[in-house]
């Protein structure tokens, strides 16, 4: 019998991006945090051998360029099974949204996979292959809070936060990834042609930005895990919710500099959230999903009939802990 599975999206609480490396990719500092939204995978085997993917939205592509085709080819070969595998993606998550949704249809795809097979990987084997299909994967073998590092593969569980109210909007463009990064590098090309003295008066490099956010995060870890004092302001914060605590250190997403003045209804999405009432909104990963994060269920449920009715495309939902999301994951 097939197994379905839910796969579970994911935003980013503050994004920097470092140096172009060697191998082209990009060093990454951020934390994941996986949210209630969600697509299903199902999953089914049959004799034979080959990889099918089935999916009505047609922005969703069933050749191998899908990111569940490479996944479950290496599972089937670590694992020394042949057979024929079929794979239906209902689709809900949006498509170029940075939200994750292929990389979670992927590793939910490999969940699914092992159930069917009764057959399991190691978390070191699963891991692996996670990173060697995609950088953002791994987080989703771990769920919950999650600190990304490296390119953004290297992925470490947070303390787990209770679940916060959130707004999902998505305005109707795509923003692909690659070129982000391209235009990324292009403007810190052109930070390094100004003269010393223009320097002082720009951003920080890409170098300082990681150490910024690096220290903020681990003022906010220490705090979290030291058990010290803390002043009546942390307190009350961390009483209405320690997520909040995270994205008051002024943690920033860096896609917004080159994403925003391409698209400039990214930028006023974040202002509409902002004015709905959100207590921070960014954009998540390199867009063009934007979300908003609200002190209770009823202002988030407030806000997002307003934006809709101000024409954005917003759901109300909430993030989930580690708990939830392998709670959830199976259907």
Known sequence: MPITV???????????????REDGFHDLLTVYQTIRLHDLIRIGISRGSGIEIRCTDERVPVDESNTCYPIV?????????????????????PVQGGLGGASSNAVAAMLGLESVLKK???ASQRL???????????LFLIGGTVLGVGRGEQVYPLEDLPAMPCIIVTPGVGVSTPRAFAQWDRRLANREKNTEADRKLTSPGASDRMDQLGRELSAWLSESYSGAPRTARSVRGRLGNPLLE???????????????????????GKKALERAGAEYASLSGSG?????????????????????????AAQAT????????????WW
């Open 288 to 312: 063009s999903t934007l979300y908003g994060l609200f002190a209770s269920s009823a202002k988030a449920r407030q806000a997002a009939k307003i934006l809709r009715k101000q024409g954005w």
């Open 246 to 268: 995270l994205v008051r250190t002024g943690i920033q997403n860096d896609f917004e500099e080159v994403v925003f003045p391409e698209y400039p209804e990214l930028s006023e």
């Open 73 to 93: 080819d290496k599972v089937m070969s670590v694992l020394g099974v042949s057979r024929r595998v079929v794979i239906e993606i209902e689709k809900s998550l």
């Open 120 to 122: 399991r990987l190691s």
């Open 318 to 329: 909430a993030t989930i802990t580690r708990r939830q999301y392998w709670k959830g994951i």
């Open 6 to 20: 839910q796969s579970f999206a994911k935003i980013n609480l503050g994004l920097r991006i470092g140096a172009r």
């Open 128 to 138: 692996k292959i996670a990173a060697e299909v995609g950088s953002d994967l791994p």
